[in-house]
């Protein structure tokens, strides 16, 4: 089972591009790399998700080398509301977990 | 809005009882998934279910159990309830039974169970 290592917390202004960076040095040939969002009190919601280079949508941008071994999720300019801890998940398709780690706390100062 | 519904929102009950929290999933999904989230322990998986077979066990305890039934909609069952065991219990549905690693995962909004 991949285990990922993500920052704690992180401080950012609003208006600016947040990238939170996950760490996944075992990762499977197999595994996909996920990012959730999760308000207090509600259940995550999916963000993004890829294999492998560089995978985008309309909310962020999801960035991984050709080793696989990290991951950035780029924010474009964040508001407010984006404060929220975020999640990084990197599949185990063999067990079948949806297994979350310890996630990074993102506060959006005004 | 996600398309998975959890009922109760709220629960609270004394320590030694036994509660049934319910789970329907989005429309299609076969897979369901509990997890238990407290303030000291993150986000917890429990157990998966597809297709009305568990698939994947995690960190559940013998005082809990789980069942999905021919219609999707899956039932974790608490009993012998301990102070400890206040906590949001989430539900989540993919339309995969190969976990969600290669697809979107939906959570409900929680059943926030209080023991007394």
């Known amino acids: 089972l991949a285990k990922t290592t993500q920052p704690i917390s992180m401080d950012s202004y609003e208006g600016q591009e947040v990238n939170i960076t996950c760490s996944h040095n075992?990762?499977?040939?197999?595994?996909?790399i996920t990012w959730y969002q999760q308000f207090p009190s509600q259940g995550p919601r999916f963000i993004i998700q890829?294999?492998?280079t560089k995978v985008t949508n309309e909310v962020a941008s999801l960035f991984i080398p050709a080793d696989r071994k990290s991951s950035t999720l780029s924010l474009p300019r964040v508001s407010l509301s984006d404060t929220a801890v975020y999640y990084c998940?990197?599949?185990?398709?063999?067990?079948?977990?949806?297994?979350f780690g310890t996630g990074t706390l993102l506060a959006v100062q005004p | 809005d996600s398309g998975v519904t959890q009922t109760p929102k709220h629960l609270i009950t004394a320590t030694g009882q036994r509660v049934t929290l319910r789970c329907s999933p989005r429309?299609?999904?076969?897979?369901v998934y509990w997890y238990q989230q407290s303030l000291d322990q993150g986000l917890q998986f429990l157990i998966q279910?597809?297709?009305?077979?568990?698939?994947a066990k995690g960190n559940i305890l013998e005082r809990f159990s789980a069942q999905q039934f021919p219609d999707l909609h899956s039932e974790l069952n608490l009993s012998s309830l301990e102070l400890g065991d206040s906590a949001l219990y989430f539900c989540?549905?993919?339309?995969?039974?190969?976990?969600?690693?290669?697809?979107?995962?939906?959570f409900g909004q929680g059943t926030r169970l209080t023991v007394v």
């Open positions: 989540a549905s993919s339309d995969t039974g190969e976990g969600a690693m290669n697809t979107e995962a939906f």
């Open positions: 075992n990762i499977a040939t197999n595994d996909y």
């Open positions: 890829g294999y492998k």
């Open positions: 998940l990197v599949g185990d398709g063999a067990t079948n977990k949806l297994i």
């Open positions: 429309s299609g999904d076969l897979s």
């Open positions: 279910y597809y297709n009305g077979e568990e698939r």
